[in-house]
């Protein structure tokens, strides 16, 4: 069983692949197979998922990883839905009515398992150890605000592993993470319509945060921090770099300011909860609509918060205090309340035609990237330049060598991302040729417009007959053995 051509799950099986085969050493050891064997392992992955699923492998060795990953991506669903319907209780401060309230959880826990982004983008666009830190982040926000209540150590302590657990299993998780923990601060400080004690919310969150970071450099080392810091592409914390990226860390931090702003200033809002569901979902939407602004075509970018968005729709809708009986009195909120709930069903339909209506799931590996076994026999051990979807299939599959890989922002050779310009867009074939050679690039595989590939990242077909002789041709791509 596999999922979308589009899908980084095999990100998550080629490096779950690597640790089965090299074992702890794995950790240590650079990953060979990306980026020209530069980055560190730990750089690509956090621990908890791949030793997951060689565990499970190890235990149900018939069953492929993929489907293993598939399975781990979908009962980390269910967690989700009951961690964001139990915070939901937890910040509204409803008690316990009996069997109201398992009627009220059941169809919560229902409605947030329904929306279908969530689902749909985990099969074909998202890495599996981001789609699971995402999917565990209420767990985290639960311990925090249990600490929030409670004030002890145990508390703290229990917050600091719930964070350290995220950060282990994925760190793209924490600009989400941060949005959570501010609408969790901001919430729990909310009382009779002020804010109240917001400083000691912010400050015990902070520590927490910071003891949850210097636990998980455990595992990553503080050189990984400065590695995304200094570029999302290429390696090396240059003091300029730096500080270029924390600028640019704290625009991206504007929408949050904004959300924050128009929560705590609208005058409107009586509660919490709504404080909490404001925030989280203001913030996302700002990021969404920013993104779009910027470039509409580029919809893989602006789409990137709709996971967050969505939650954020089924809480509007859970917390909706009005009858619905009461249609004349509450039309406008009901009728802008249908169509945020019909949003993610539209987007996702939206873009599953975008996206050549693919099988989510499907028993055979999916055609883009079939060509990768003719790859597989001719180049040995030697490098190979990819491009689309073949990169990240390439690992999962097989052992292929090649120049790009799975996780960009933290790739540390300092070439890598020049070359593949120039091999992909660049119209001179001695340059290309050149870069090739500095590599030691010995095959490539081109897409032509033919290709079932995906993405058609090749520009100037015609440069290529000047640079290698064709190997192989079929399915739409030509592999080509790249002159010296």
């Given at each position: 069983?596999y ?10 099986v ?33 621990p ?7 565990i499970f ?12 990953t ?6 980390s669903f269910?967690?989700s839905?009951f961690?964001w ?6 910040v ?12 009220h959880?059941t ?10 982004w969530?689902l749909?983008a ?16 209420p767990?985290a926000?639960?311990?925090?605000w ?25 760190t ?12 969790l601060?901001?919430?729990?400080s ?11 919310r ?16 455990i595992y990553?080392?503080p ?7 200094a570029n999302?592409?290429i390696?090396?914390?240059?003091g300029?770099?730096?500080?270029l990226?924390?600028?640019d ?44 602004i ?14 967050e ?6 809480l509007?809708i859970?917390?909706?205090?009005f ?6 009195k509450?039309?406008?909120y ?9 949003l993610?069903f539209y987007?996702t ?12 799931i499907?028993?055979?590996v ?10 597989d026999?001719?180049?040995g ?8 979807s ?15 890989g799975?996780?960009d922002?933290v ?9 593949a310009?120039e ?5 001179s074939?001695e340059?290309?040729k050149?870069w090739?050679?500095k590599?030691?690039?010995?095959f490539?595989?081109?897409?032509t417009?033919?290709?079932f ?31 010296k």
């Amino acid at each position: 069983m596999y999922p979308s051509e589009t899908s980084l799950i095999p990100v998550t099986v080629a490096l779950t692949k690597f640790l089965e085969t090299n074992g702890l050493k794995a950790i240590f050891s650079n990953y060979p197979y990306w980026y020209l064997g530069s980055t560190p392992f730990r750089f690509l992955t956090g621990p908890i998922i791949p030793v997951f699923l060689s565990i499970f492998h190890k235990l149900l060795p018939n069953t492929s990883l993929f489907i293993l990953t598939i399975y781990l991506i979908a009962f980390s669903f269910l967690l989700s839905a009951f961690g964001w319907t139990i915070l939901w209780f937890q910040v509204s401060s409803i008690k316990h009515q009996g069997g109201k309230t398992v009627l009220h959880t059941t169809f919560y826990i229902l409605l947030f398992l329904i929306f279908p982004w969530r689902l749909f983008a985990s099969l074909t666009l998202e890495e599996g150890s981001f789609t699971i830190a995402r999917n565990l982040m209420p767990l985290a926000l639960l311990a925090i605000w249990s600490h929030f209540a409670k004030k002890d150590l145990k508390s703290k302590t229990w917050a600091v592993l719930a964070v350290s657990a995220l950060l282990l299993i994925n760190t793209s998780v924490l600009p989400i993470l941060l949005t959570g923990v501010a609408a969790l601060a901001l919430a729990f400080s909310f009382n009779d319509g002020k804010i109240r004690g917001l400083g000691k919310r912010i400050k015990s969150c902070f520590l927490i945060l910071l003891a949850s970071l210097l636990l998980s450099t455990i595992y990553y080392f503080p050189t990984y921090w400065l590695s995304i810091l200094a570029n999302p592409s290429i390696g090396g914390a240059s003091g300029i770099k730096v500080v270029l990226r924390v600028l640019d860390l704290l625009k991206a931090s504007a929408p949050l300011f904004l959300a924050i702003f128009a929560v705590c200033f609208s005058g409107k809002v009586k509660n919490r909860l709504s404080v909490f569901i404001l925030t989280w979902t203001f913030t996302f939407l700002f990021l969404t609509i920013f993104r779009f602004i910027g470039d509409w075509d580029f919809w893989m970018d602006w789409t990137s918060w709709m996971y967050e968005i969505e939650i954020g729709i089924v809480l509007l809708i859970v917390n909706s205090k009005f009858s619905i009986l009461n249609f004349k009195k509450h039309a406008p909120y009901l009728t802008l309340l249908a169509s945020l709930f019909l949003l993610p069903f539209y987007l996702t339909w939206r873009i599953y035609l975008a996206l050549d209506r693919p099988p989510l799931i499907s028993n055979q590996v999916p055609r883009g990237v079939r060509s990768l076994d003719k790859l597989d026999e001719v180049v040995g051990s030697e490098t190979t330049f990819l491009s689309g979807s073949s990169v990240f299939w390439a690992n999962a599959l097989y052992d292929i060598y090649q120049v790009r890989g799975g996780r960009d922002q933290v790739a540390t050779d300092p070439n890598w991302n020049k070359a593949a310009y120039e091999v992909r867009e660049g119209k001179s074939p001695e340059k290309t040729k050149e870069w090739l050679n500095k590599l030691k690039v010995s095959f490539v595989m081109v897409h032509t417009p033919a290709s079932f590939e995906y993405y058609h990242d090749f520009k100037n077909l015609d440069k290529w007959e000047k640079i290698g002789k064709v190997i192989w041709q079929g399915n739409g791509d030509i592999i080509y053995k790249v002159y010296k």
